[in-house]
Structures are given as C-alpha cells and as structure tokens.
C-alpha cells in the first residue's frame, strides 16, 4: 500500500510575513511609479513650453511684436483683417494649428468674418494647450461656454502694456532690455481654480485670458511666485502653479529655453524675471 501524501498549508505566520512582504515592496514601488509619472509629466509640459515659445518667437519675428494679450491683432494673412482673441489663439498658425485658427473665424463676410467662432473651436483639442499634471484640465472647456481651457498663461509685462493695464500693447522681443534669457514668457497655471479659470479662447468682449504678473495697477497677487501643488479651492487664479515634487514649477523665457523655478524662489527674484526692461540683477535664487 502506498502512503497517501498530505498537502501542505501555508500557516498563518507564513501569511501574514508574505503579506508584510507584498507591502513593503509596493511601499517601495510606488514612489518609484510615482516619480516616473511626474517626471514623464514634467518633459511632456517642458516640450509645450518650448514649441509654444517658439511659436511666439516667429510671430516677433513676422509681425514686429508678439500677439496681445486679447483684443484686436492684425493677421497679414488676411490683408489686415483685424480679430479678437488671445495671445494664445493667434499662436495656433505657428504651433501646426493654421487649420484650426481659420475654424474660429466664422464666414460672415469676405474674406473672412467680423467675429471669431470660439464655439467652433472649444471643442477641439490642443494638447500644446495642456499640460498632462494639470489635474484640473480634464475637460476642453467649460460647460455652457465657449471658453477652451490653458495649463499655461503668459506674462502680462510682455504681453501687454508696460505701464497700464491695456492688454492691446504688447513687446517686441528684441526690445527686451533685461535679455531674453532673464525674462520668462509663459508659465504653468491651473486651468481652473474656485475663483477663475485659465482659457486660450474666450468669449467676445471678456477680459479673462491666459495672464500673469500683470502691471503695478493691477491686484499684487499676480506678481507673486508659483503656488505650490495648488488646489481648486485654494489655487489663487492670478498666480502661475507649482505642480511638481517641493511646489517646483517650469517657465519658458523670452529666449526659447525652458527652465525649473524653485519652491524656494524669493518674491524679489520672481518679480525680477516678470520685468522685461527694469534691469535688475536675478539672484542666486534664480
């Protein structure tokens, strides 16, 4: 006769150590995971940054200035028509978006029509537009309005008038005394926050754009630093966002070039890189 073997069971110490086990490697595992995330997250945003400062540089380089802020901008394209929009819109022809810029402008007349068609174009998605850890830009636009939302806003000292609030006056880059390398051009922001939300088409007639650091007549929150890892109720809509590990934040600069802004940066030194023509000194911050 054969003996019958018994199947061995594993005890509950035997359990409870593998279970420890298990835990402790995804305890290990998912900062890892989460590093990766973050950091495929920062590259991706930093490459936004970068076609759209480029993009911005060949508009300079075509017309003499970047576009407005918003408002009126004249597109040689079209013998001078002049539209409404943001700076951000008027970028699309130079980010391989021409297609896309001649949707929002509906037909009324020849050649083109007197009023832009936001509502053509909300519905369309530019991923240049969004940055991937930017929780808060799941959606493409705002329900029950014609506003696409921005993961990125632009520094009103540039885009804008020096002096006064007129979002119709903008720089040539070439005209930045500070240099283009100490000067930052776009930043990352929360599309929405509890009190606003950051768009790239608007609606006719609003103020509301893509902006930061505006000028000396405008709230002082807007020249503050990045806010770190904001939140939809705590997020400040005129201030840009620290979405990375410590708060750290990423900038392009009037030059092209993309770069990391510290938590840590000092009010003084931010407020000293929004200004194109003040000739101050970056500190060691920077």
């Keep these: 006769m054969f003996a019958r073997s018994r199947r061995s069971a594993f005890t509950l110490i035997e359990l ?19 590093k990766v995330r973050e950091a495929a997250s920062r590259i991706q945003s930093s490459n936004n940054l970068k076609q759209m400062a480029l993009g911005f540089q060949m508009t300079d380089s075509t017309n003499g200035t970047v576009p407005p802020a918003f408002r009126a901008y004249i597109d040689p394209a079209k013998n001078g028509y002049t539209g409404t929009g943001t700076a951000f819109l008027y970028l699309l022809p130079y980010i391989e978006a021409d297609n896309v810029f001649r949707q929002s402008f509906a037909p009324f007349g020849p050649p083109y029509g007197t009023l832009p068609s936001y509502t053509v174009v909300k519905d369309i998605v530019i991923k240049t537009f969004l940055a991937p850890a930017d929780e808060s830009a799941t959606q493409q636009y705002l329900s029950g309005t014609s506003d696409a939302l921005s993961s990125y806003a632009g520094n009103m000292k540039v885009f804008a008038h020096p002096t006064a609030i007129s979002l119709n006056a903008p720089r040539s880059l070439k005209d930045i005394k500070d240099g283009t390398t100490n000067t930052i051009l776009l930043a990352e922001k929360r599309a929405i926050c509890a009190a606003g939300y950051n768009i790239w088409v608007l609606m006719e007639n609003s103020d509301r754009g893509p ?6 007549n405008a709230s002082a929150e807007t020249n503050l630093p990045p806010e770190i890892q904001p939140n939809d109720t705590n997020c400040s809509p005129g201030r840009p966002s620290g979405f990375y590990s410590n708060g750290n934040s990423q900038v392009s600069l009037c030059d092209g070039s993309v770069r990391t802004v510290l938590s840590s940066i000092s009010t003084k030194t931010w407020q000293a890189a929004l200004t194109p023509a003040n000739r101050e000194v970056l500190d060691i911050d920077w």
């Design 16 to 34: 409870l150590v593998v279970i420890s086990i298990i835990a402790i490697l995804m305890g290990l595992l998912l900062p890892a995971v989460q």
């Design 211 to 216: 902006s930061f650091g505006l000028s000396n």
